[in-house]
Structures are given as structure tokens and as C-alpha cells.
Nanobody, 123 residues
Framework: QVQLVESGGGLVQTGGSLRLSCAASGRTFSSYAVGWFRQAPGKEREFVAAISGSGGSTAYADSVKGRFTVSRDNAKNTVYLQMNSLKPEDTAVYYC????????????????WGKGTLVTVSS
């Protein structure tokens, strides 16, 4: 089965930047859309961003538009989430998810999920 491994989380101050990576196994990575979700302490999981298999389409939550950018390098089987102008409310465990359907990713029903990486933004 497909395995996803997130990395790049850590501690950063308000206004700082961080880049998360999601590395995937498999020979057909470019056939899959990839999404990012996050879950803060005491809150439900929420959609952050998504990108289509070719990288031609992206989607962002209103809360991160203009600050976060999702991209992918299919040659490296990796998707990135560049996070700028970070705020304390961005503190959460960030998960990547994989599915052949872009819409299914956005709905939070991706077929595969990573174990997450923790992002902490201090004030």
C-alpha cells in the first residue's frame, strides 16, 4: 500500500516560515491528488490545501490563502506546503492525504493518510 511520511514540522515564532514535506511511495504518484489537513488541540480536523496530480489545480482554506502555498515535485514523489506569516492559530498537527480524486481530498475522505507532523507557532 501507499505510505506517506510528513516532515518539516517544528517550533517557529509568529510571523515566521516553515516548509512541510509529504513523501510518498509508489510508482504512480503523479496520478494522485494530495491534500493537507491540520488538527489543533481540542479542535476538529480542518482542510488546509490541496493540489491535483499534475499540479495544475490547487485549493486553499480561506484561513491560509495568501500565506500558504502547496506545490509538488513528482520526480521526487513529494508534495510541499510552504507556510509563511505563521500565526499561533496555525499551531496543529499537519497531515497529508492522497487520493485519485481531487474532490475527495478536499472533502477529507482521502484514501491514504500520513501520521502527521507537529507545527507549533509561539506568540
Amino acid at each position: 500500500q501507499v505510505q506517506l511520511v510528513e516532515s518539516g514540522g517544528g517550533l517557529v515564532q509568529t510571523g515566521g516560515s516553515l516548509r512541510l514535506s509529504c513523501a510518498a511511495s509508489g510508482r504512480t504518484f503523479s496520478s494522485y491528488a494530495v491534500g493537507w489537513f491540520r488538527q489543533a488541540p481540542g479542535k476538529e480536523r480542518e482542510f488546509v490545501a490541496a493540489i491535483s496530480g499534475s499540479g495544475g489545480s490547487t485549493a486553499y482554506a480561506d484561513s491560509v490563502k495568501g500565506r500558504f502555498t502547496v506545490s509538488r515535485d513528482n520526480a521526487k514523489n513529494t508534495v510541499y506546503l510552504q507556510m509563511n506569516s505563521l500565526k499561533p492559530e496555525d499551531t496543529a498537527v499537519y497531515y497529508c492525504t492522497l487520493d485519485r480524486s481531487f474532490g475527495t481530498i478536499i472533502q477529507g475522505r482521502g484514501a491514504y493518510w500520513g501520521k502527521g507532523t507537529l507545527v507549533t507557532v509561539s506568540s
